[in-house]
């Protein structure tokens, strides 16, 4: 699956960024024949409807010429919202000493599905405070992680 997921983040990418957004991350989720793939747009003034209107239209076509995907599925464009999922390091830098939500492959300390504070970010490990305990993840080991929005 991650394959996949990098094959169609190339294939988008500059699509993307020709139209001037930023591709903040791509997910292909299979669940039986509804299928969806997620692309995830991002811009310092925000993003519209209009503006993942556009994205979607520029990239179903030319999904539809490159035909990376063998199934049948459903296409959708969105801003990462206030929960922002994050789907490299790089991205969370700029949420050091934030709340996440994390999902790990398997359990570390006892732990899988936690929300945590991001105190560290150094190459492709992250470094967690949950409970007073300190957690050294690798992003490898990471299922799915989000930013937890603050409403203060």
């Not at 969370?92 to 732990?111: D, F, G, R, S």
């Amino acid at each position: 699956m991650a394959n996949l997921q990098e094959r169609l983040t190339d294939i988008i990418r500059p699509a993307v960024e020709a139209l001037e957004y930023e591709l903040w991350g791509v997910e292909f989720v299979r669940a039986g024949k509804f299928s969806t793939l997620r692309v995830y747009i991002d811009h310092p003034d925000g993003i519209s409807v209009d503006d993942c209107a556009d994205v979607s239209y520029q990239v179903s076509s030319l999904l539809d010429v490159e035909d990376p995907i063998n199934a049948e599925y459903n296409l959708e464009v969105s801003s990462p919202g206030m929960e922002r999922p994050f789907f490299n390091t790089e991205q969370m830098v700029p949420y050091i000493n934030e709340t996440v939500a994390v999902n790990l492959v398997a359990a570390q300390k006892n732990k899988r599905k936690f929300q945590a504070l991001l105190e560290a970010v150094e190459d492709d490990t992250l470094t967690l405070t949950v409970d007073d305990d300190t957690l050294q993840v690798k992003m490898r080991d990471i299922k799915s992680i989000h930013l937890v929005p603050r409403f203060d």
